[in-house]
């Protein structure tokens, strides 16, 4: 029973590793959460979608917040 456990190291590794292409995806989804509450929670939306674009940024720079913004890893 060890596939949800699984995928979501998959998907960490993954999101990690394309932080840039990931950050995308999350503020596609904040435009699409914020069209179907009808501007009704932009505020909480936006604190989610920046939470979740800083974590990935995180994860994408080994943490290391001087990576230029970009999250990507430097060869």
Same mark, same amino acid.
């Given at each position: 029973m060890s596939g949800r456990g699984e995928s979501f190291d998959r998907l960490k590794k993954m999101a990690g590793?394309?932080?840039? &292409? =990931?950050?995308?995806?999350?503020d596609k989804a904040a435009e699409a959460a914020k &069209? =179907?509450?009808g501007g009704k929670y932009d505020d909480k939306i936006d604190k989610g979608a920046d939470a979740a674009t800083d974590y990935l940024r995180k994860q994408g720079?080994?943490?290391d917040e001087g990576d230029g913004g970009g999250g990507r890893k430097k060869p």
């Open positions: 590793e394309h932080s840039d &292409k =990931a950050g995308g995806l999350v &069209k =179907a509450t720079g080994g943490g």
